[in-house]
């Protein structure tokens, strides 16, 4: 074909050849997008699918469309497969690791939640938190809520009086004691400070 066109033109084959062929690649896409939509249509007169499940089939064959044309334009352009698994898999692991990261973020923002709408304990409510049924664990009046943590200020024990942070996912891994409000927790002596 080069033997044909003017010598200005000849370095032009090679981009234009990738231009078509990734035309080329959208328009079998298209159409055999349309093929499966039509033979979904189809199947779901004849069996009776349900709409649900047939808008399912075809938002899955779309995105399986979509992917396989994605990756033969890409191998098109001349990107090699080996590099796109290693993306992939580079991206997947720093998912993994960014949503293992959140995960106890999440955790105890989700359990906030939790404490807010079954009220386990509120504002001003003094709380053990038991490390088992026989020891004695953090005590404590209730003072704050946030996202994160719940704010108690200790009672009892050797730094009564100072704040303690707990994440609230800890509330649902616990055994918990709870006294309302004002009223006083059993052995411990209140002063007026």
Not at 56 to 65: G, K, V
Not at 132 to 152: C, R
Not at 153 to 162: D, F, M, R, V, Y
Request: charged share 15%.
């Amino acid at each position: 074909m080069k033997h044909y066109l003017p010598p200005a033109l000849h370095e032009w084959i090679g981009p234009i050849g990738i231009v078509v062929s990734i035309l080329a690649i959208l328009l079998v896409a298209w159409l055999l997008r349309l093929l499966v939509r039509r033979l979904l249509h189809r199947l779901g007169r004849h069996y009776t699918l349900p709409a649900s499940i047939e808008m399912a089939i075809r938002r899955l064959s779309n995105f399986i469309i979509w992917l396989a044309t994605v990756l033969a334009i890409l191998d098109t352009i001349g990107v090699r497969p080996e590099v796109l698994w290693t993306a992939f898999t580079g991206f997947a692991a720093v998912g993994a690791v960014a949503f293992f990261a959140a995960w106890s973020v999440l955790s105890n923002i989700f359990c906030a939640f939790l404490i807010f709408t079954t009220r386990p304990f509120r504002l001003g409510d003094q709380i053990e938190l038991l490390e088992n049924g026989e020891k004695p664990g953090l005590k404590g009046s209730v003072i704050d809520i946030n996202l994160i943590y719940t704010t108690l200020q200790e009672i009892g024990g050797p730094a009564e009086g100072t704040l303690m942070q707990i994440p609230n996912s800890l509330f649902f891994q616990r055994g918990l004691r709870r006294w309302r409000g004002a009223e006083v927790v059993p052995g411990v002596i209140h002063g007026d400070g």
